[in-house]
């Protein structure tokens, strides 16, 4: 009997290797499947990364001999349906925004291997050379190109980020594996049974349009928007507003030279662009955007590439307006149908073996450049107030044979002006009493010496 009972009391032997193995294998695909479910249920439906991609896909078995890569300021400057009826070519673009170029060149990978495409467009400005890549950016593309594509060819767009060693020794590679942890859906439960439903029942166009009601899509994964810049508040949309001036840095010249290097390998020609943004926004940047920009030309001009700056056009071949542009940084839509057909111009030059170097000036030009801004792009006023005075400087955003003069007036809270402080003159900065109740808005009216127009720019200072 007490050896029955030790027989049965006896302690088991270790769980074999297999069991092990098997355990482990179930927990991961609980895991697997949990964040599945949350990722539809939370990760937002209808980005502009999921259009593009989805869009793709169904492009499999079409002729795409050009693809347009890069950041929003790509995504928004080149409409491929311009470009194509200009230059009888088939385009596609597979920018997104905020786009680093370590995905670019997974998209240019991408297009070559797909569809021996024969033209790259890079499109890219002073941000994507002097920062890194953004965390939501990374993980919304790559997320979105898995969902299209076979579970063997998403599995190694998964394992490439993750070996990436900006992911691997970094909390990023989390947010590749659990994307709904950094972009979720707002609202609580309707927003979550709204973004199901969409799931369910819409398009990622259509999705991406409710979402989004100022954008509308095109064709040929471009879609825009209809804002209008508002250059009253230009202090605020300068991108050095957002981040601070910093050199181009090694990295990213290094995956621009792995850019480049793809390209060459596979007879690809390269066109790398800086996209159009208003001259304000380019002016602020100083002596750094000729000095960084030029490190970046000589890198794609050195390596038979091509390189333009559309800043740099002269007015005489792109003249672009306010008008034109949705924000600080972007075209939209009537910008960019503008911008492409003198782009689709350039590439004709190109084409045909001319030079078209003359439709630009270069950064050894810089100082004809400057002098070439014969407008005022916008003007700002800044204010610090001490011992109950203001005192206020404008700063306007011109080219230097510009003269400019400024009237500055008081304003009440609803931005109606109601005495003026300094009648026209050439002097930028005014001092006035700050009121009791600290409550002080100063408005700048800014235009060219000796003209006669109520204002040509403006803007408005306010102590609250």
């Known amino acids: 009997m007490s050896s029955r009972k030790t027989e049965e009391h006896a302690p088991q032997g270790p769980r074999s290797a297999l069991r092990r193995i098997v355990e482990t294998l179930v927990v991961v695909a609980i895991v697997v499947g949990i964040d599945v479910l949350l990722t539809y249920a939370l990760f937002p439906y209808g980005s502009l990364s999921e259009v593009v991609w989805s869009e793709y896909s169904a492009a499999a078995d079409q002729d795409i001999d050009a693809v347009i890569v890069g950041s929003s300021t790509a995504q928004r400057s080149f409409d491929p349906n311009v470009l194509d009826d200009e230059l009888g070519t088939s385009s596609f673009t597979l920018a997104s925004p905020a786009q680093p170029l370590s995905l670019s060149y997974l998209a240019v990978s991408e297009a070559i291997a797909d569809h021996k495409v024969s033209r790259v467009i890079l499109g890219l400005d002073y941000e994507t050379m002097s920062l890194g890549a953004g965390d939501n950016s990374s993980v919304s593309y790559i997320q ?127 066109v790398v662009v800086v996209t159009p943004r208003p001259a304000f926004n380019v002016l602020n940047y100083g002596n750094a955007y000729p000095e960084q920009m030029t490190r970046m030309r000589n890198l794609v001009e050195s390596s038979g590439c091509v390189f333009l700056d559309a800043n740099l056009l002269k007015r005489s071949h792109y003249a672009p307006t306010a008008e034109d542009f949705g924000d600080g940084e972007h075209l939209n839509a009537a910008g960019a149908e503008e911008f492409s057909a003198v782009f689709a111009e350039y590439l004709q030059q190109l084409d045909a073996g001319e030079d078209a170097s003359e439709m630009s000036y270069s950064y050894e030009d810089w100082s004809d450049y400057l002098a070439s801004i014969d407008y005022i792009s916008a003007v700002t006023l800044d204010g610090s107030v001490e011992n109950g005075v203001a005192t206020l400087e404008a700063t306007p955003y011109t080219g230097t044979s510009m003269q400019v003069e400024y009237q500055f007036c008081l304003c009440d809270e609803g931005g109606n002006v109601t005495s003026v402080l300094q009648d026209w003159s050439p002097n930028a900065t005014v001092t006035c009493e700050v009121p009791a109740d600290g409550s002080l808005s100063v408005r700048v009216n800014a235009r060219q010496v000796g003209s006669n127009i109520e204002y040509e720019q403006y803007c408005v200072w306010s102590s609250s």
């Open 144 to 270: 979105a190109k898995a969902s299209y594509e076979s579970l063997p060819k998403a599995l190694c767009d998964y394992a490439g980020m993750l070996t990436d060693p900006e992911f691997f020794f970094d909390a990023k590679c989390l947010d590749l594996l659990f994307p709904w942890t950094i972009l979720h859906v707002k609202g609580g439960l309707s927003g979550i049974a709204s973004n199901i439903e969409q799931r369910m029942t819409m398009t990622p166009i259509d999705a991406a349009e409710v979402r989004e009601p100022a954008y509308s899509y095109v064709g040929k994964g471009y879609g825009n928007y209809e804002y209008l810049l508002d250059t009253t508040k230009a202090k605020s949309l300068m991108s050095t507003t957002s981040h601070p001036i910093g050199d181009f840095t090694d990295d990213n010249m290094a995956m621009m030279q792995k850019i480049i290097d793809l390209c060459r390998e596979n007879n690809v020609q390269l």
